[in-house]
């Protein structure tokens, strides 16, 4: 993930929910730009539960458990660089049902 001013850009491949202007999705990134105080990027885990939460606050995207500024976030930290191609490549079976 990476940070440009108002923009921010992340991997298409982990799972988010923003409130922001979506500005481009290529290459398997997507970038938004905040456009006022209630711009927010959450990012899940696997199991749906907030890993990250960023909030745009006077003028810079901040980390809203901690308020600091954007430095860049390491989803390997979290694992979440090994869920995102889950399904992608692998062809997974359904379970089998055992009566």
Known sequence: MKIDGKQLT???????????KLIKEVDGEIT????DEESY???FTPFRGVAKLYVF??????????????????????GLDQFG???????????KIIT
């Open 10 to 20: 992340f991997p298409k491949s982990i799972s988010v929910k923003y409130s922001a």
């Open 32 to 35: 938004i730009e905040a456009e």
């Open 41 to 43: 990027l959450k990012v």
């Open 57 to 78: 606050e006077n003028e810079c995207w901040v980390d809203a458990e901690t308020s600091q500024p954007f430095s860049g976030f390491d989803l390997s930290a979290l």
């Open 85 to 95: 191609e889950l399904g992608k490549d692998e062809e997974t079976e359904p379970p």
